[in-house]
């Protein structure tokens, strides 16, 4: 089991997870899963499938989630980290691994079928393809759909990781259930007074690692959990099943949460707010949780005073502008600028006297109008 430890971090010291804490929450967390397959096998009245005959349920993932108060990373990172398992997740020996290596491929397919490849390993790879066979043959949806499907795990060279998003498109790149893992198949480069020197190699000959170093990057590929980052505060990564021990998913949530922090969150505990384990449809349960709410006190905003507040909220923005260029206004411009004319005061009497005299000659026309129309 995982031992409690203690990080110093400047002046305070924050406990790491507690074991007791971890135990308790896996167990409680398999016991729901248990639970809530059963009810909704019950519920459906058909019995799944994939369920084993004696009850068990169902393969269900288990999953790690850590919490941080500033994001990890700045970019999505589509090569993700791997931290070494003690109970790896893809220990199944039935599961199909599909290589994407580097021109040529049957090279690697001879290193594959060689006898100092690990026979039990070797069964195991169903497919070596390189890029070139992958660019003629997988362009479409639906062969790359395919592909997808007949394989459980897709392993790629380091050196053409890169490229294989543009190749094999949201079909892999999606979700991160099958994305293909990095793996370093390219031989060492040997040093010469501590500066790497390229070995001349004869024609025809591959830039790869013997058969014992290649199968030992796959092994360690497929037995570590991985870890992708995002420009987020969350971070979730996949650390058991819910068939396991309550004991094995504890010492997988220590050893995840042992190498996360210390390798990829900056500013480690301090920067840590949450660490839960969850199913794909339950709640989250806790593990650890903060005592402080923010890393520095800079990342806290000081509120406004009350006076300034309902100042600012009395005066609108044309006002504010007219009393900023009034007071930048200078006293000679002030002089220079010229006096309007007052108006002229209104005279009542004289204006009733105007509309009378108009009354009087309409009245005058229409009846000199009515008397040449009687004639």
Partial sequence: MASKAVVATGSKAVASIDPDQTLKASKALLAHIKKASK??????????LLEDGDDEPAETPVWLTLTTKRHIADKARLQPGKIPLPHPVNADESATICLIVADPQRAYKNI?????????????ITRV???????????QYEAQRKLFSEHDIFLGDDRIINRLPKVLGKTFYKTTQKRPIPVVFQAKTPKTEGKKVKKPRAEGEVNARKPADIAKEIYKAINSALVHLSPSTNTAVKIGLSTWTPEQIADNVDAVVTALVEKWVPQKWR???????????TAALPIWL??????DEKDVIAEPEEDKAVEKANVGKKR?????????????????????????????????????????????????AKKAMDE
């Fill in 39 to 48: 009810e909704k096998t019950e519920e459906s009245g058909k019995r799944n």
């Fill in 112 to 124: 594959v079928a060689s006898d100092e490849f690990p026979a039990e390993l070797s069964k195991r």
């Fill in 129 to 139: 393809i390189d890029m070139t066979k992958l660019k003629a043959k997988f362009s």
């Fill in 271 to 281: 920067n840590v707010k949450s660490i839960y384990i969850k199913g794909p449809e």
């Fill in 290 to 295: 903060t005592d402080e709410l923010w890393v």
């Fill in 320 to 368: 504010k502008s007219l009393e900023a260029a009034e007071e930048a206004e200078t006293p000679a411009t002030k002089k220079t600028r010229k006096a309007k004319k007052p108006l002229p005061e209104a005279d009542d009497s004289k204006l009733d006297a105007q509309i009378s005299d108009r009354k009087a000659r309409l009245r005058k026309q229409k009846a000199t």
